[in-house]
């Protein structure tokens, strides 16, 4: 199974709305990362976890809030959205802690996010 | 810092041309390269990689050498299918220090190939 899920595939919400995002891996990959994709550009990072731990956070404003509830989920808490943050959001895991340079990432297929 | 520079699209080739895109980098320490596609409405695919210098990715008929002595990384394809019709990004990975294995991506090339 190399298989990054994420649900729900497409979410639309209201500037006061309070909504999760939630990736799974069964790799038993330690690292697991949020991107954020805008249309025609590669993905930013956003967050990384290794072993459960937040390890980085890009400069992400509090409205995004990650969580890791265990090693196989990931989850992302958004709150007070606005419609700038409309983007695809993609999580990602790799094998190694804080992602071993040679390590490949496997990415979900993401959650298409529209902030009215 | 580390960057990486792709050729700029978009690129369009009907069915069966020679497919070439380009794809240059800077590090600070010595990187693993990587080429992923993204299709329509889906997340990133691991097309290959290539750990050190000389090395060959290849994957699907798509082929790319790590040259340490150009920093390049392009990616290749002797006849391209209009299944391959997807956006490309080369991207690095450094370890240690701050780069703690991040990727650092090219802007991406759109390919359009028809029949």
């Known amino acids: 199974d190399t298989e990054v899920t994420q649900t729900p595939k497409h979410l639309v919400m209201g500037m006061t709305n309070k909504k999760s995002l939630k990736c799974e891996q069964h790799?038993?990959?330690?690292?697991m990362y949020w991107y954020k994709q805008k249309a025609k550009k590669p993905p930013e990072l956003m967050f990384v976890y290794s072993y459960e731990k937040l390890s980085i956070n890009e400069s992400v404003p509090s409205r995004f809030s990650p969580e890791c509830p265990n090693s196989s989920l990931l989850n992302l808490h958004l709150h007070a959205l606005q419609p700038e943050d409309s983007a695809l959001y993609l999580c990602?895991?790799?094998?190694?802690?804080?992602?071993?340079?040679?390590?490949?990432?496997?990415f979900g297929p993401g959650t298409r996010l529209t902030v009215l | 810092g580390n960057s990486v520079t792709q050729m700029e699209g978009p690129v369009t080739l009907s069915e069966e041309a020679f497919l070439t895109i380009n794809c240059t980098y800077t590090?600070?320490?010595?990187?693993?390269l990587f080429w992923y596609v993204q299709y329509p409405g889906e997340g990133l695919q691991l097309l290959l990689k290539a750990t050190k210098a000389d090395d060959k990715g290849s994957n699907k008929g798509f082929e790319a050498t790590y040259r340490k002595e150009t920093t390049s990384f392009h990616l290749e394809k002797g006849s391209v299918q209009v299944s391959d019709s997807a956006v490309y990004f080369c991207?690095?990975?450094?370890?240690?220090?701050?780069?703690?294995?991040?990727?650092?991506f090219g802007q991406g090339t759109i390919l359009t190939v028809h029949p």
């Open positions: 790799m038993g990959h330690r690292a």
């Open positions: 990602a895991s790799s094998p190694g802690g804080l992602a071993a340079s040679t390590d490949t990432q496997y």
């Open positions: 590090a600070t320490g010595y990187p693993s």
């Open positions: 991207a690095l990975s450094v370890a240690g220090g701050t780069s703690y294995g991040k990727l650092t």
